[in-house]
Antibody, heavy 114, light 107 residues
Framework: EVQLVESGGGLVQPGGSLRLSCAASGFTFSDHYMDWVRQAPGEGLEWVGRVKSKADSYTTEYAASVEGRFTISRDDSKNSLYLQMNSLKTEDTALYYC?????WGQGTLVTVSS | DIQMTQSPSSVSASVGDRVTITCRASQDISSHLVWYQQKRGKAPKLLIYAASTLESGVPSRFSGSGSGTDFTLTISSLQPEDFATYYCQQANSFPRTFGRGTEVEIK
């Protein structure tokens, strides 16, 4: 059974940093591109970014709203996806999902507030 | 960036009704369009990819059509479990972009 489990969310002050993790199981993680998608409270879905597979040189893509502040990485040996978030803003407050496209985790909540 | 415009933003319908949701891309995305369903408090669920291919396990009352810039999601006979918010997403280029969603409500 495919499972994606996010962790690492919490309350952080504006300007702070946070690292989210996503533990994958039930499939060959290294073969798949992985995305982060977020959803602000009461709002729609916003694509955050992607990390491709080793076959595509672990290339990353980002939304303009997070480019330069967020970094997506992966550790295929640990079946894990990461989202390093720096210089956090109040507008980054959201539920953060990791997704393979066809499978989604349940999300981890990030709240940016003073 | 490609803008995805969904309409309507909400629709009230009864069980058994046919419901149609449209999604328009700001430029040609071929058939690179995905539809998701999201129920309150839950993660999104993939319904349709490549504009018209039904994901495994999704009921056949869901169908997708379109190519280029104009796309449609149709629920042929609305069931109680279909009340949710539906999102389209273009998968043609980066950054990936979602529509703002269509909430299907009980009439």
């Amino acid at each position: 059974e495919v499972q994606l489990v996010e962790s690492g969310g919490g309350l952080v002050q504006p300007g702070g940093s946070l690292r989210l993790s996503c533990a994958a199981s039930g499939f060959t993680f290294s073969d798949h591109y992985m995305d982060w998608v977020r959803q602000a409270p009461g709002e729609g879905l916003e694509w955050v970014g992607r990390v491709k597979s080793k076959a595509d040189s672990y290339t990353t893509e980002y939304a303009a709203s997070v480019e330069g502040r967020f970094t997506i990485s992966r550790d295929d040996s640990k079946n894990s996806l990461y989202l390093q978030m720096n210089s956090l803003k109040t507008e980054d407050t959201a539920l953060y999902y990791c997704t393979r496209g066809d499978y989604w985790g349940q999300g981890t909540l990030v709240t940016v507030s003073s | 960036d490609i803008q995805m415009t969904q309409s309507p933003s909400s629709v009230s319908a009864s069980v058994g009704d046919r419901v149609t949701i449209t999604c328009r891309a700001s430029q040609d995305i071929s058939s690179h369009l995905v539809w998701y369903q999201q129920k309150r408090g839950k993660a999104p669920k993939l319904l349709i990819y490549a504009a018209s291919t039904l994901e495994s396990g999704v009921p056949s009352r869901f169908s997708g059509s379109g190519s280029g810039t104009d796309f449609t999601l149709t629920i042929s006979s609305l069931q109680p479990e279909d009340f949710a918010t539906y999102y389209c997403q273009q998968a043609n280029s980066f950054p990936r972009t979602f529509g703002r969603g269509t909430e299907v409500e009980i009439k």
